[in-house]
């Protein structure tokens, strides 16, 4: 039929897809990227296995599931929406994105970047909150 455009597969719709993300890595300050939408590309990103934190602003943290038991680097504490805002240590590499109504994973908004970039920038990096 003419006109009708070929079916994608979501596979192929994922794998074409990019997203604009704000990378930490251990010791450094934070930074926007562009990555492959996708969990291979998460996965790749963190060096493993992903975890998500739920974070404020609907964004969603992606870090290694394993970071802490194979000793990855500490990078910061964040404040965990699923802890009810206390601060939790992560370790690694961690990925900052957004998600759609159906829990999709998609790019950060402008307003999303600079909140976290930020934020991010103020917290402690690469050190442990000191224990009173």
């Not at 493993?48 to 504490?77: Q, R, S, T």
Request: charged letters at 15%.
């Amino acid at each position: 039929m003419a006109g009708i455009p070929p079916v994608r597969t979501q596979e192929a719709v994922t794998m074409s897809k990019t997203i604009r993300v704000v990378r930490l890595v251990p010791g450094q300050m934070p930074e926007v990227a562009t990555i492959s939408a996708g969990l291979n590309s998460l996965q790749s990103e963190v060096g493993g296995n992903i975890e998500v934190v739920g974070l404020d602003k609907g964004v969603d943290a992606y870090v290694n599931e394993e970071g802490l038991l194979i000793g990855l680097p500490f990078n910061c504490h964040l404040p965990s929406a699923f802890a009810g805002g206390r601060m939790v240590p992560v370790v690694g590499t961690i990925i900052l994105a957004s998600h759609d109504e159906e829990g999709e994973t998609v790019s950060l908004t402008d307003e999303q970047v600079g909140y976290w970039q930020a934020t991010l920038a103020s917290l402690r990096v690469g050190r442990p909150l000191a224990r009173a």
